[in-house]
T-cell receptor, first 114, second 111 residues
Framework: ETGVTQSPTHLIKTRGQQVTLRCSSQSGHNTVSWYQQALGQGPQFIFQYYREEENGRGNFPPRFSGLQFPNYSSELNVNALELDDSALYLCASSLGLADYNEQFFGPGTRLTVL | DAKTTQPPSMDCAEGRAANLPCNHS???????VYWYRQIHSQGPQYIIHGLKNNETNEMASLIITEDRKSSTLILPHATLRDTAVYYCIVRVELGYSTLTFGKGTMLLVSP
């Protein structure tokens, strides 16, 4: 069984650029959630995808967007990068939407915006 | 949203029990209490969850008070590898499964 993987591990961008982060969910999981974790803070929910459809969204602007593919892997896209977007971006997969389903997290992508 | 309150940091000697408290006084009757931990430079890791009964697994025990307004995560024999930030989370009912993290408790296990 393969766990959640994310790529790249680290990324440096400049303000105004666009970035795409990738996530492969754990085998058999059809739900992917993305979180942003600023330094010293807990992860904050960005959005969730279930069977290729966005199923819920946190308090993030529209320049944060995503996709989920038929194999349930996912992308997080951020346009017009701002300095405050510097953070660890975490992807978590789970089986279905039920509240009791455990979410398995990947190691994250560290994004630095200069 | 039911919010949680945790101490910012705690210390524990290796081999001793670590008891991490969490207050969630506004929890609703059908909301679960979850515990995750995050070791430095890694993604959060699920530990345990419960509704109203005490729970135990290979990692930890979860004690929930009868009124459900607080809980305690117990690591029975802490090791150096248990040094991490521990998050107590009450599952938010938004029609989709998500986790709302606070700042958690930084547990430092020392030799």
């Amino acid at each position: 069984e393969t766990g959640v993987t994310q790529s790249p591990t680290h990324l440096i961008k400049t303000r105004g650029q666009q970035v795409t982060l990738r996530c492969s969910s754990q085998s058999g999981h059809n739900t992917v959630s993305w979180y942003q974790q600023a330094l010293g803070q807990g992860p904050q929910f960005i959005f969730q995808y279930y069977r290729e459809e966005e199923n819920g969204r946190g308090n993030f602007p529209p320049r944060f967007s995503g996709l989920q593919f038929p194999n349930y892997s996912s992308e997080l896209n951020v346009n017009a990068l701002e300095l405050d977007d510097s953070a660890l971006y975490l992807c978590a997969s789970s089986l279905g939407l039920a509240d009791y389903n455990e979410q398995f997290f990947g190691p994250g992508t560290r994004l630095t915006v200069l | 949203d039911a919010k949680t309150t945790q101490p910012p940091s705690m210390d524990c000697a290796e081999g001793r029990a670590a008891n991490l408290p969490c207050n969630h006084s506004t929890i609703s009757g059908n909301e679960y209490v979850y515990w995750y931990r995050q070791i430095h430079s890694q993604g959060p890791q699920y530990i345990i969850h419960g509704l109203k009964n005490n729970e135990t697994n290979e990692m930890a025990s979860l004690i929930i008070t009868e009124d459900r307004k607080s809980s305690t995560l117990i690591l029975p024999h802490a090791t150096l590898r248990d040094t991490a930030v521990y998050y107590c989370i009450v599952r938010v009912e938004l029609g989709y499964s998500t986790l709302t993290f606070g700042k958690g408790t930084m547990l430092l296990v020392s030799p």
